[in-house]
């Protein structure tokens, strides 16, 4: 059962397709992973799915049905803009978006005190927003966009600002989420973040799907048969008829193999010649290096 799927999206701003043509499934249960540099079109396609905007053509599906106003109850939005309102305290914000969102009062402490020391922020209950760091604000976004357990949560750009302790804290909360049912939408142009978090992603471009799929299916896909290679002893002299040295440290060769060549063979072909191979194994292309190759590279970080 796909949570949200996507067919032939269309979205033009006067004269600018911000969105072409873009179709993709997200099951549910998955972490999927929206990408593509700036101006992609992944606020405008996360603005249809939480139908802030509509498309011009095609068809979004939420659970099955066409888009209509009982989803976006289901949908926790994070934007890369947060929002809060900065003149109220922490405790009045929480409680204040968790009624918004259909909690009675009772629930809606419950849900305040909940996240309060899942957090380990008690202190910061009677702090207005303002007084907080971006980061320290970043976090109440966070729990009011999750605390009524959304069925789809999309969240744009989730680390930016956020120090690598808060990183952590955001992202195992995020896999937590997940566990217990949540499907995650999360946009972004930061791609070790990806390779770490998402099983599939869609990558677009222009306003157009450039790749989708899983993450270990593309990078098996875009491989380069590339071995990074440790030994002792001595390597063969006609070893280049066989592989290409792409880098080299004492003991440690990077290597290409010649399409013929299989990995097999060449390992073969190195005790045969009397290396003492210690550590022999493949490197498959970060999603980064796959984005470069179909993308030509982001212009900013
Ligand atoms: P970023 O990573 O920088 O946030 P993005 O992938 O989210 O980029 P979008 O914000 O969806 O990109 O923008 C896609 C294109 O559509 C851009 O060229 C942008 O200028 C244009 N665009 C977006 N919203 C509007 C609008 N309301 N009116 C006119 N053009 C728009």
């Given at each position: ?136 604000q970043q976090k109440i976004q966070f729990i009011t966009t999750v605390l ?154």
């Amino acid at each position: 059962m796909n949570v949200l799927e996507l067919k032939n999206v269309k979205k033009t701003y006067q004269t600018h397709k911000a969105v072409d043509d873009v179709s993709f499934a997200i099951p549910e249960g998955k972490i999927f992973g929206l990408l593509g540099p700036n101006g992609a079109g992944k606020t405008s396609l996360i603005r249809i799915i939480t139908s802030i905007t509509r498309a011009d053509e095609g068809v979004v599906l939420f659970n099955g049905e066409p888009l209509n106003s009982s989803h976006p109850a289901q949908i926790g939005y994070m934007p890369e803009e947060r929002g809060l309102y900065k003149k109220m305290k922490v405790g009045e914000e929480i409680m204040y978006l968790a009624r918004l969102k259909g909690f009675s009062k009772k629930e809606a402490k419950q849900q305040l005190e909940y996240w309060l020391e899942r957090f380990d922020i008690q202190d910061w209950r009677n702090k207005k927003v303002e007084e907080l760091s971006k980061g320290m604000q970043q976090k109440i976004q966070f729990i009011t966009t999750v605390l009524h357990q959304p069925k789809l949560l999309i969240l744009d750009e989730p680390f930016s600002g956020l120090d690598p302790i808060n990183s952590n804290l955001i992202r195992d909360e995020i896999y937590e989420l997940n566990k217990r049912g949540t499907t995650i939408l999360f946009s972004t142009h930061r791609m070790e973040q990806v390779e770490q978090i998402c099983e599939n992603i869609v990558l677009i471009n222009k306003g157009k799907n450039v790749l989708e799929g899983s993450v270990a299916d593309i990078k098996e896909q875009y491989k380069e048969h590339i071995f990074k290679l440790q030994y002792q002893g001595d390597l063969p002299v006609g070893m280049g008829e066989h592989v290409t040295v792409i880098s080299e440290q004492a003991g440690q060769l990077t290597v290409q193999l010649r399409d013929v060549v299989h990995a097999n063979n060449f390992l073969k072909y190195l005790l045969a010649h009397g290396t003492i191979v210690t550590g022999f194994n493949e490197v498959l292309p970060t999603l980064n290096e796959i984005f470069i190759k179909k993308v030509g590279g982001i212009s900013d970080e």
